[in-house]
T-cell receptor
């Protein structure tokens, strides 16, 4: 059974702080490592993704760090804002996609 | 806006009733998917369709059927609803090439009483 684990399960960060969410996987066949963002009442939306040939990708305030040997990748949100409050899912993929259980982020003023 | 449209947004069914969830995409993708989302369990794949005329079971197909009506539309049917099927259902599509990122619909919240 393929497993994808996320930590923490929930996270509270003050406005302006750094939010860090981790994803650990088992299957070395994964070749695409995305993070999805989901607001209440909405479907998940692709936020940022990385391929295994790079160790880091940055898009604005969002950064993915990828550690192939540890089979982990993480999402860093710099200067976190209340509008970032959402649930975040990692979803490593090859021809199949395995979603993590999600991390609920609350950014407080 | 291009995307994935799901109907209805909300539905309450009695145990044993049937219903069909509709999904349409205007992104011209071949692949379409049905997921269910339950608290603490992420998203689980029910059925998918790699192209018009083909469908395959996912992780949790029991109690569901699907129809790929044409390239745009992919419906999910509950023949005899059970309380265990209370969930939020999402339809999704993804590009055929160039990446695996999904575009999701806004979901159908189904309650079976």
């Amino acid at each position: 059974q393929q497993q994808v684990k996320q930590s923490p399960q929930s996270l509270i960060v003050q406005k302006g702080g750094i939010s860090i969410i981790n994803c650990a996987y088992e299957n070395t066949a994964f070749d695409y490592f995305p993070w999805y963002q989901q607001f209440p009442g909405k479907g998940p939306a692709l936020l940022i993704a990385i391929r295994p040939d790079v160790s880091e990708k940055k898009e604005g305030r969002f950064t993915i760090s990828f550690n192939k040997s540890a089979k982990q990748f993480s999402l860093h949100i710099m200067d976190s804002q209340p509008g970032d409050s959402a649930t975040y899912f990692c979803a490593p993929s090859y021809d199949k996609v395995i979603f993590g259980p999600g991390t609920s982020l609350s950014v407080i003023p | 806006n291009a995307g994935v449209t799901q109907t209805p947004k909300f539905q309450v069914l009695k145990t044993g009733q049937s219903m069909t969830l509709q999904c349409a995409q205007d992104m011209n993708h071949n692949s379409m998917y049905w997921y269910r989302q339950d608290p603490g369990m992420g998203l689980r794949l029910i059925y998918y369709s790699a192209s018009e005329g083909t469908t395959d079971k996912g992780e949790v197909p029991n109690g569901y059927n699907v129809s790929r009506l044409n390239k745009r539309e992919f419906s999910l049917r509950l023949e005899s609803a059970a309380p265990s099927q209370t969930s939020v259902y999402f339809c999704a599509t993804k590009p055929d090439r160039g990446g695996y990122g999904y575009t999701f619909g806004s979901g159908t919240r189904l309650t079976v009483v």
